[in-house]
């Protein structure tokens, strides 16, 4: 599954409008999110740059893109690629692709990047092109990516089946197979789900990193960003399965805290403290609130029941086609909230030593209130595993 | 394996000693890989920034981190580490770090910053800290990175055995069970590889994409970026399996071309000339040569060999705690190669619609010569499948 050159074309349309009504003549884009989002082009961040130009006179993108990538932008975009040989090249690409800018008349034109570029770039660019007024606005598809398309949370929907599969899958492997390693789960979920992903999918767009997550047990599930380690599961522990997936681009997220063996009154309160928060916090996301008004409601819950002191984190944050991306369900993010925009809503809390609990669910915001695209149950009975 | 505190500290001192040579007073790190080469401190880079300051004045590096990683960093270093709650926060993190940094007394100093951090960082540095003279100084960690040390040296070694044990197991996973998918031999390979690492090193420091690869048959070996897909591989076909790996946080990799059931004349001879190449280029890499010299005499066997039209790439890359670093062995890099360099040689060519052949070795530097760190046979013969 993936996106197809009409939706690009719309895309690019919309980026153009935008450009024309802030007078600028061009957005010379250089990161690999926007190329991604804005042209289909995927490609994993290299020393060689990849730059592509959306000018106001043409329909079409250009691309500067090393040769050695050359044949899988074809699969989308048939002109106004141009090619380097290679990085760091005895002339620097990004001297080179300023050259061709210059060419085609852009030399002394208002153009736009964006600020996620590294300095160094951003220096390049104005000593090539030092007619060009350059100004910042990587607001245009940052702007853009905030409210996904039908297209976009169809992919997005899919993805979120995947990831409960995930955790379903994960719970399945502890069943089978006992008391095993956190690695041993992670693995075995990832085999079992990319191998679902390519038979059900097709085209797959990429492969690497399609599915993916930590599995923490014990004590290590007190650290939020813990990494699977040999560690094997033990009776009475907590289990968070934190599972993530890819499809056309799109992510999804479904995180559970599941149970080996029967929880303490202990484990219960904690776990239902933050189930509690979950619920109220993603009933909060609705269209019209923002993003600070909901991550608070969140929040209070575990503050009332005593427990601030093992928040490490927010509410959430925006997923698309980045797993972590704007609005922010955070007290420092304003934003208000819009049908179509798509977070996670994963309220947690980490008590050293003894054990971390986190629910995390994929929502979106409907004209109607918030729709959960991930479902696996959340009740604590359905979380403990009998072994 | 990973490396210790003496080593870091070791890292830690030449760069104040660098500092203090160009009267710079500190150094502010946002950089993920900067921060893991000089501190240990791993991390994946999120919109969550994480800052190191490395000052003048301490022996420990300062550390701005955010509350939910406070717990690996825990594992290398136990002082001067400070945390805020959340991105974006009600105050931005980097304005916060910035504060930290003017309570500290250096809020008119002479400070240094990396040129590949964002420019919206750079200029969020500018903003809080608007007395302080900023200066670009990203050549200081990147000159370090340039030449390894012994205790580098070591984990790149194991590095390349563990590349090659997947070549191995890419040609194995053929003989076992045939005419499989591109996928099938990824995944499995990087099932059996990850299973081998986890059971021989201790501690593992990070596990996603600790093995990884791309797997390339038939026409789709024409592509030198193809991502491994369902194709089948058929008979008579070129099969490139290119593999590699990350041991303590450093990484290597083995590329083998080999041939499913006897290859053509056409094959055979377009092998031999990537493999003459491919000698020839490896060879030059010696101490005191320019990295662009070895370049030229590499590809000149393919220019020699009426080849050049299926060249895309340069003969190679540094290799290190990045996959792809400096220095660059292509024609921009005038770099002179010195003993503790490691670097790929991977000359290739790839006919369009036909196939792709590509030879790649992980190669150290010594006062001696090149040394191959990889060995995996590169004759023909050994790298014909009979199925």
Known sequence: MRLTRPFYLRKIARCRQELADRRLDGLFILNHLSIWY?????????ERPIGVFIGTEEDSPRFFIPKLEEDQIREIWDSNIETYFEYPGVVD????????????????????????????????LCAALPGVD????????????????????????????????????????????????????????????VDKMLDELDPIVYVSGIASGLVCSGERSAFPHGLPSKRRIKRGENLILSFGCIVGGYNAESERTVFVGSPSAEQRRMYEAVREAQEVGTTALRPGSRCRD????????????????????????????????????EDGDGTILRAGMVVSSEPGIYVPGRGGYRV?????????????????????EHLIIDI
Chains 1, 2 share one sequence.
């Not at 899958?169 to 693995?187: A, N, P, W």
């Open 38 to 46: 804005l042209t289909g082009l995927f490609h994993f961040p290299t």
């Open 93 to 124: 690409p990004l001297a080179w692709m300023c050259g061709r800018l210059a060419d085609l008349g852009y030399g002394n034109k208002r153009l736009a990047y964006e600020g996620n570029i590294p300095v160094g770039h951003k220096e390049a």
């Open 134 to 193: 350059w100004r910042e606005a990587g607001d245009i598809i940052a702007g853009m990516r905030l409210v996904k398309d039908e297209e976009e949370i169809q992919l997005i929907r899919k993805a979120a089946l995947y990831s409960d599969f995930m955790v379903e899958e994960g719970v399945r492997v502890v069943k089978e197979r006992g008391l095993v390693s956190e690695i041993e789960i992670l693995e075995e979920v990832v085999r079992r789900t």
């Open 294 to 329: 909901a991550n608070r409601v969140c929040l209070d819950v575990l503050r009332r029941a005593g427990l601030w002191e093992y928040v490490k984190h927010r509410q959430g944050h925006g997923i698309g086609i980045s797993n972590h991306e704007a609005p922010w369900i």
């Open 360 to 380: 995390s669910d994929t929502v979106l915001i409907t004209e109607a209130g918030p729709e959960r695209l991930t479902s696996y149950p959340r009740d604590i």
